[in-house]
């Protein structure tokens, strides 16, 4: 399994912007992906991006597109998420996941989560 540890949640006003990190150790497959899910109060937990290890080909939900982007380090092995014009909708926690397959429906391994809030 991949061992992953997520950073740069916080609390933040509607309009800001937050930096979302995840380093990653042990095996990435590089045919899959990595990315982010949320999961907000109330709520099942949802896609938010996914990055191909290989060739940083991108997917987003729709509800983050313009906004959002996921980006890669392979030196570092660290995937992050830049988030922009943040919304009271957006408060959730924040899952890394490593090893996502194609589908963006199963997952290899999960992080702890970071909370993000974001006041309106």
């Known amino acids: 399994q991949v061992q992953l540890v997520e950073s740069g949640g916080g609390l933040v006003q509607a309009g800001d912007s937050l930096r979302l990190s995840c380093a990653a150790s042990?095996?990435?497959?590089?045919?899959?992906?990595m990315g982010w899910f949320r999961q907000a109060p109330g709520k099942e937990r949802e896609f938010v991006a996914r990055?191909?290890?290989?060739?940083?080909?991108?997917h987003y939900a729709n509800s983050v597109k313009g906004r959002f982007a996921i980006s890669r380090d392979n030196a570092k092995n660290t995937v992050y998420l830049q988030m922009n014009s943040l919304k009271a909708e957006d408060t959730a926690v924040y899952y890394c996941?490593?090893?996502?397959?194609?589908?963006?429906?199963?997952?290899?391994?999960w992080g702890q989560g970071t909370q993000v809030t974001v006041s309106s």
């Open positions: 996941a490593a090893n996502i397959d194609g589908s963006g429906r199963n997952v290899g391994s």
């Open positions: 990055i191909r290890w290989s060739d940083s080909g991108t």
């Open positions: 042990g095996r990435i497959f590089s045919n899959y992906y």
